[in-house]
């Protein structure tokens, strides 16, 4: 049971070339497994951003606060 506010996380298992369908047009599908590493292959359309994780981060924490507006 999920808490307000708070997502509950879908966990599932893959093979190699197994993939999983998120809604009707993205794709995830992995491509390789490494020891511990795991290639994905992701189709989605151009509109749809898919980003890692650690640059997401990496990103916000470099990116300088815009300015107060001024009233």
Do not use: F
Not at 20 to 31: D, Q, T
Not at 47 to 68: D, F, W, Y
Request: net charge positive.
């Amino acid at each position: 049971m999920a808490t307000k506010g708070v997502q509950a996380m879908l966990v599932l298992s893959r093979k190699l070339n197994e993939e999983i369908r998120i809604a009707e047009n993205i794709v995830v599908r992995v491509i390789g497994i490494k020891g511990n590493q795991v290639r994905l292959g992701i189709v989605a359309p151009a509109e749809v951003p898919i980003l890692r994780q650690e640059l997401l981060t990496k990103a916000s924490s470099t990116t300088p606060n815009p300015a107060p507006a001024e009233c």
